[in-house]
């Protein structure tokens, strides 16, 4: 259940600081909506890194379907890698 608290609970910040672990990130509201998220600074981390990974698959894809696909052969020839 996510863990949900008025941004006004910030002046206890310890208390909300406390209920943050990796995976389970604090929701705050503003005037009864969503507003802001805290989050541990390692899921913080993972959740940067996943979104750069994204970006980069992407790119990659989208070089692919303009330029053609490399297969096996072509790769390791530019790696200098043969799969003897």
Known sequence: MP???PVS????YTE???DITAGEPVF??????GKYVIIDMEE???????????GELYKGEKSAQEKGW????DVEKILGVTNE
């Open 3 to 5: 863990n949900i608290k």
């Open 9 to 12: 609970d910030l002046r206890n």
């Open 16 to 18: 909300v600081l406390r």
């Open 28 to 33: 705050l509201t503003k005037n009864g909506r």
């Open 44 to 54: 913080y981390e993972k959740t940067k890194a996943a979104i750069k990974l994204i």
């Open 70 to 73: 490399s297969d096996v052969a």
